[in-house]
């Protein structure tokens, strides 16, 4: 941890961008406590005031605090983006695991379905399993998981299959060690890296076809605030209070833009070939620098 943490750091744009989003987890929970007023409170008469010291981003049409619902949409995108991937990575993961290990007709059976899925676009499988499910938290948290279960299956299975080949896994089978051990052991271990690379780099995927989804009415349901609603709601009144829309379309884009340069910085740390590139651009420009001096 204390080599990756130093290797991670010496890239400053990744760290600052790191930090953002580590302050983004930060207020999405601690939303309750720091949301300067409540977010469902409704007073008509206070209702599309411009943005002022009592009202940073003014409120809407319902008199409701837009900053405060800003706050707790983070806690909500979170949660929804974050037990997606934790769904995908939980049901995903032990599958390719599984089949990529046993091979046979089982992992053929899923590789032809993950082919499938994988015609597909993720919005669009996305929004298929949502109307299935329900538009509700529970429902867009299955569809962007199952939407990207497909990846998860494919990365774990290819590198199970490229692991079980290796000496010690031979070993370990000859002395008798059964498959669930090898498994959690030898795979595993070697596993975790890109799939903690992976998932990273699906985390603003993930935001963004959320907010979609709210966008379009089929996610989080009102009066719970979510930034797909809330500019949703802000479209309509563009030309006589367009601060509404500011609040969540800068959260959206810090959070989008954070995750990915923190997810690409991540593969650059964790992945060995990219890391051992930019080991060699840094030994060139040090070399360079020593020639001209």
Known sequence: MRKFFRDFSRD?????????L??????????????????????????????????????DQFGRDVLSRVILATQVTARLTT????????????????????????????????????IFPMIML????????????????IALGLSQLPEMIRISRGVTLSLKEELYVEAAVAA????????????????????????????P???LNASALSYLGLGVQPPTPEWGQMLNEAKDFLINAPYLIIGPSVALFLFVLSANLVGDALQE???????????????????????LS
């Open 126 to 141: 996305a929004i298929v399993i949502v109307v299935i499910a329900g538009p509700s938290e529970r429902g867009v948290i």
């Open 205 to 207: 995927v993930f935001v």
């Open 12 to 20: 400053p744009v990744a760290l600052v961008f790191g930090l953002i």
């Open 269 to 291: 740390t964790l992945n060995p070939r990219t890391k051992s590139r930019r080991i060699t651009r840094r030994f060139y420009r040090v070399s360079r620098k020593s020639a």
């Open 83 to 118: 037990l997606a991937i934790l769904f995908a990575v939980v049901l995903g993961v032990p599958i390719g695991m599984m089949v990529g290990y046993h091979g046979g007709l089982a992992d053929a059976i899923v590789m032809r379905i993950t082919d499938i899925m994988l």
């Open 22 to 59: 580590l302050g983004i987890y930060i207020v999405a929970i601690t939303a309750q406590w720091i949301a300067p007023g409540d977010p469902f409170e409704t007073n008509l008469r206070n209702g599309m005031q411009p943005p002022s010291w009592e009202h940073w981003f003014g409120t």
């Open 176 to 203: 008798g060690a059964r498959w669930p051990w090898i498994l959690r052991r030898h795979v595993w271990p070697n596993i975790s890296t890109p799939i903690i690379v992976q998932a990273t780099l699906t985390l």
